[in-house]
Nanobody, 114 residues
Framework: QVQLVESGGGLVQAGGSLRLSCAASGIFFSISAMGWYRQAPGKQREFVARIFSSGSTSYADSVKGRFTISRDNAKNTVYLQMNSLKPEDTAVYYC????????WGQGTQVTVSS
């Protein structure tokens, strides 16, 4: 069955860094678009970053220049390097895969203290 397992979340001070990982199984990883979304308390889930099978990327304006998405097809893993974190980045971060169907991970909490 399909599994997307996120890891790497935690508590960090403003200005700090975290790297999230999402290990995928049960999907055609190398040809899937992989993405990260986040949901803060009381808010809707929002797009953060996406990387296509070609390696091209897209980012939400709020994270451009601070976050970097990458993928390792040999490990079926997608990463999100988050630098210069701000308190407003606090959210549950979800991994997403898209080919003909969307799949989601269970989420990992990121908390940025001021």
């Amino acid at each position: 069955q399909v599994q997307l397992v996120e890891s790497g979340g935690g508590l960090v001070q403003a200005g700090g860094s975290l790297r999230l990982s999402c290990a995928a199984s049960g999907i055609f990883f190398s040809i899937s678009a992989m993405g990260w979304y986040r949901q803060a308390p009381g808010k809707q889930r929002e797009f953060v970053a996406r990387i296509f099978s070609s390696g091209s990327t897209s980012y939400a304006d709020s994270v451009k220049g601070r976050f970097t998405i990458s993928r390792d097809n040999a490990k079926n893993t997608v990463y999100l390097q988050m630098n210069s974190l701000k308190p407003e980045d606090t959210a549950v971060y979800y991994c997403n895969s898209h080919l003909s169907t969307d799949y989601w991970g269970q989420g990992t909490q990121v908390t940025v203290s001021s």
